[in-house]
Every structure is written in C-alpha cells, then in structure tokens.
C-alpha cells in the first residue's frame, strides 16, 4: 500500500511542478520577448490594483479561456478532435514517470527513492514517449478537417520522425559512457569527478552529444527556430489552428509542458540532473547545519538586497502615475522583507544544531531545488532561442536533421565507442 | 487478483481496437485504432516482464511504423466525409482466409504448453544486447544487412532520373573528371 502512496505523491509532486512551472514559464515568455525587443510586456491585469509585474495575466488568461466559447468546425471528425488535445497533454506528462528529480528521501525510516517509475529502460521510455507525442499533433490536423491543420499536422510528423534518430544517436553516446539505460544510473554517474575537479556531466564527457541533443529537443518540442508546424506566417497556426477556449489551451499547456520536459531531460542527461557539483551527498549530510545556517542567511541578505532596490524605485518615482500603481514598489519591498525576515527568524531555530534526520531532509530538499533550478535555467534557454532565432525554412530543417545531424550522431557514436574501447 | 485485472484492461485495449481497425470504413480512423492495439500489445508485453520488448514496440511500430502509415494514408486516399465501400467479392475471399488463418493459430496455441506462472520482472535488456553480440551475432547482422539493402533501395527509388534529360552534361562531367 506503501508504494502506492509513494507513487502518488511523486506523480503528485511532477503535476505540480509542472502545471506552477507552465504558468511561470508563459509569464516568463511574455516578459522575456517583451526585455529582447525592448519593450515593458504585458502589466495590465491587476487583482485590485495589484499588478506583479504582469504575473496576474496567466491567471486572467485561465479565466478567459474557461469561458471563452467552443467554437468547433461543422465537418470535424468529433471524435479524434476531441481525444486531440487530451492525447498531447497525458503524452507531455507521461515522460515525467522515469525522470528522478533526488536521490531518495527518508520518510519513517524507509529510503524513498525520488522517481515515479525506476524503469530498467528509462532512457528508452523517454524515447518512445517522445515518439508518442506525435499523435496528438497529426490527430489535430487531420480532425479539424482544414487544410492548413493538415499541412501543420504532417510538417510536424516529418519534423518529429527526422530529429528523433538523432536524438537517439545522441543519447547512445551517453548510454555508453555510463553503460546503462537507467535514469537514475545516469545520474549517479554524474556524480563523480574526472581528475578530481571536474564534474563528469554529460556536458562534459559528450560535449557533441550535448549539442545535438539539445538542437534534437528544441526540434521535439516545436519551438522556434523549429516550429514549422505553427508557421503562422505560412499556414496559418498550423494543427491547432481550430481550435478555442480550453482545448485551445490544452494545446498551449501541452507546448510549455513539453518545455519543462525538455528542460529536465537537457539537465538530467547532461548536466548531472540533481547532482550538486563538487557536493556530493555524503558531504552535504555531514555539513548539513553549516550549509542551512549559511543559506537561510544567503537568502536574507539576497532578499534585503532586492527589498532595497524596490524600496529605492519607490522613492524615485513617489507619486509617479497617482494612482494605485504607486503601490507596487512598496508592496514588492514589504514582500522581500517578509522573505527576509522568514529566513532570519529560521536561524533562531539553532540550524547549526541539526540531527540526522534533519540533515537527510536538507540534503534530499537541496538535491530537488537543485534539480528545479537546472530546469528552470534552461526553459529560460527555449524561451531566450525562441526571440532570438528566425525560423528555418523547411528545406533548411530537413537537410540539418539528415544531412548534419544524422552523419554528426553516427561520428559522435562511433568515436565515444573506440575512446571507450580504449580507455 | 489485480494483475488478473490488468491483464483483462489491457487484452480489451488491444482487442476492441483491432476489432475497430478491421470493420472501421475510414481508414484513417483505423490507422488511429491500431495506436491503441499497439500500445496494449506493448503493455501486454510489459505485464509479461519484458520490458525492453515493451518499449522497443511502442518505439518502432507506434513511434516509426505507424507514424509513416498514417502519413502516406492521409496523403493518398483521405477520405474526408466519404466512406470507403467494400462490395462482398471482397468479404468472402478475405472471410475465408482469416478463418483458415485464426484455425491455424488455435491450433498450434492450444497445442503447445506454454508453461505456468507470472515471473518476477528482471530486467533483460543486458542479456539481450549479450546474445546479440555473441550467441546471435549471425542472424543479428544479417538483418541489419536487409536493412541496408532496404535503405539503400529507397534510396535508389526516390532518385530524381537526371541522366536521361541531361545526358550531353553528364558525359561533359565526366571527361572533366
């Protein structure tokens, strides 16, 4: 019964972080396009006034498409335009099963492993759901029964088949560095150190790896420079262009879900998933006091710090639009001093005096927000590629997925497997 | 008693799909029932302990296969609206042979003892990657030969035909060369 609680609270942790991240990671869009192109974004949705910098909009925009109505075309094939958006959001979901976001967790005693499903054949699971996610796209296209959602549709299969050999070319480097298919393996591996300094990321023994995986992701998820199947400027909004209200934004969840996947595979493969460089977990039970009392008092001073900045944009612009805008600066401060003040008056819990089921905890809590930020870091990656890059045209895609990619992944395979040999 | 139950879900997600791919008149619609038998084949075999059969069917029949399936139906013959109609010329012909065929198939399934008991799940993919390299080497590579001959085929088969147009260029090319 045990385990099917664990398994739960696992699942139960990814829905969570993923459907937060998704909401953070369209605010960090808007906000992200809006800081490249030099313009404020979007800061008008206010819950009485209160504005957060635009982080109020994700919330309106639930509202609105909750209510918006489902407008559907007549000739649709009702079935298969139903089960569309369902197929694409459970298949973004479903990669999350084999993905360890810590090494494990003591609850009452039982080491509890911190990965939904530790599959012997996790790296390939990853594969095959990626291969999955297909379906929900060309279903889309073909059911709305319009020939742009065709052509999005069929852009995005050949899209997807092209960049998933590569993909796996680029990841069998890796199964043979670390010799195994396991996730959780994977990362263990990563732990280690080669000539005593440097962390042995994938980053770091794959480095060819890493860029072709990582151009092979951008490709899966259909972002730009890659997304053709959206190709607003050619075929309209490609395969969910007939779609509205909340299937429409299944779709777009489906989109910032597929990121954080994305995300967290780039920093479980390549950049030692939960791993802490040069903190191993020994280390960090053994040092746990000291590590919580020099966070707590980071994370204070970080936090008086930007309630300063606040608090000095509120004198500067006293009075500046007279109306309750004004007040944002002084709420931003007052809310960095909360969390200043949170952090401080943890220090009076004596930190330093830890046990060691406190410093098991901390360990496992530092290895998760460590994973959590990785991922973080790199869905900022997509969105920063996407306003930077101009789309490929559609010749150029295919001639990079099985002219240079392809050829790139056999080399990169075959040179890992002779320096191995050797080695 | 739960492992009964999950043997039962997924024989039905592979079965009334199937039922579904045979009978349905469009057949876009039935390449998208196939997902569905598919994904139960490769649970089936999962229940079963295999998982790296398991994956290996999701990720070439649902992921390779059936992704171009879909494809080349959807670009040939879609049938948007209208439906497909097959006469009884075809019924009785392809009625008598699936019936010789599934004959067979009991036949031979109710013959053999396929032993008892639900294993404990190791995981396989170790021995099977040894077997292919040692035990099964021969046939291991012969099939990537046919492979190769397949690709290489395709190859040749979607070549644009320039040598019949262009054949005063040709021949200049290859004096210079």
Redesign the interface.
Known sequence: MTIVFDTLAKIGFFFVLIMGLVVVLIWMERKGAAFIQDRTGPNRASIGGVRLAGLVHPVADVFKLLFKEDVAPA?R?AA?YNLAPWLVMTVAMSTYAVIPFGDYLTVAGRRVPLVAAD???GL??V??????A??GV??AG?AS?NKFT?LG??RA??Q??SY?ISMGLALMGLVLVFSS?RLTDIVAGQGDLIWGFLPKWGVVVQPLGFILFIVAVFAETNRNPFDLPEGESEIVAGFHLEYSSMKFALFFMAEYAHMVIGASLIATFYFGGYQIPWLPRPLIEANAGLILTLKLIGVALISMMIAMLFFRRAQKEKGKFGDARDREPVLGAGLWVLVAGGALAGLVLKPWTIGPVGADMVASLLQVMAFVAKVVFFAWLFIWVRWTLPRFRYDQLMHLGWKVWLPLGLANLVVTALVMAIV | MTSDLVFILLALLTIVPAVWVVFSPNI??AG?AL?FTLFGVAGLYAYMGA??IA??Q??VY???VL??V??TV??TR?P??KRANYGLDRFVPAGVLSLAVFGLLYKSITSVDWGAGHTEAV???AEIGTNFMTNYIFPFEYVSLVLLAAMIGAAILIREEKFSEDEPENGETEVQS
Do not use: K, Q, R
């Open positions: 000739n094939h298969l599959l012997s054949v390939l699971y594969l095959a759901i990626a291969s999955l297909t379906y060309v279903m073909w029964n065709f549709g069929i299969t050949s997807m088949i998933e298919l | 876009v619609h998208f997902l998982d790296f994956v290996t999701m990720m649902i992921g390779g992704v171009l879909l494809f959807m670009m879609v948007l609206g995981p396989t993919v």
